[in-house]
């Protein structure tokens, strides 16, 4: 089964760090772009980041540049956030999402066609 | 960035109800468009990609259109499990960037 797990989430201070997993089974994860989507409380959906299958390029929402890093590890089959600086504005679900490449209506495109569960993050003193 | 603006963010409609979500580009983006689903505690779920293609293993029922900056989501006939949250999202460019989402609620 394709599936994807997260862990660490966790209730945290302002100005403290996180690390999260994400855990991929069922399917080749060194094939994939791998992105983390979070979402705030009865809000929507945010992209934050995401990585290239080598872990070569990787590219950030402004909100969290120089604040979160995201990782790979391949020959673990797992992605990684590590999450600095942590402010009460990051409380939030966080998804990992894997990136498909699809062609249809004459382009070639990505969307997010496997997502985990998600964990939580809360930012609170 | 690309802005994605969807109309309207909440709609109350009816079981065998058509239904007609909107999504809109602050700049043109082609058909680089998907949408979801997402039910309240569960992750997103892919609906559509490429602004009209629909996924594997998604029902009939929806469809999508549009290109450039206007798109439309389409569900001909309201079952009862689709009363959730629709998103779109671009895939023009980075950052990926998704709409504020509709919620469907039953009427």
């Known amino acids: 089964e394709v599936q994807l797990v997260e862990s660490g989430g966790a209730l945290v201070q302002p100005g403290g760090s996180l690390r999260l997993s994400c855990a991929a089974s069922g399917f080749t994860f060194s094939n994939y772009w791998m992105s983390w989507v979070r979402q705030a409380p009865g809000k929507g959906l945010e992209w934050v980041a995401n990585?290239?299958?080598?872990?070569?390029?990787?590219y950030y929402v402004d909100s969290v540049k120089g604040r979160f890093t995201i990782s790979r590890d391949n020959a673990k089959n797992s992605l990684y956030l590590q999450m600095n600086s942590l402010r009460a504005e990051d409380t939030a679900v966080y998804y990992c999402?894997?990136?498909?490449?699809?062609?249809?209506?004459?382009?070639?495109?990505?969307?997010?066609?496997?997502w985990g569960q998600g964990t939580v993050v809360t930012v609170s003193s | 960035d690309i802005q994605m603006t969807q109309s309207p963010s909440s709609l109350s409609a009816s079981v065998g109800d058509r239904v007609t979500i909107t999504c809109r580009a602050s700049?043109?983006?082609?058909?680089?468009l998907n949408w979801y689903q997402q039910k309240p505690g569960k992750a997103p779920k892919l609906l559509i990609y490429a602004a009209s293609n629909l996924q594997s293993g998604v029902p009939s029922r929806f469809s999508g259109s549009g290109s450039g900056t206007d798109f439309t989501l389409t569900i001909s006939s309201l079952q009862p499990e689709d009363f959730a949250t629709y998103y779109c999202q671009q895939s023009y460019s980075t950052p990926r960037t998704f709409g504020q989402g509709t919620k469907l609620e039953i009427k």
């Open positions: 700049q043109s983006i082609s058909s680089y």
């Open positions: 990585i290239k299958q080598d872990g070569s390029e990787k």
């Open positions: 999402a894997r990136a498909h490449y699809y062609y249809g209506s004459g382009i070639r495109t990505d969307a997010f066609d496997i």
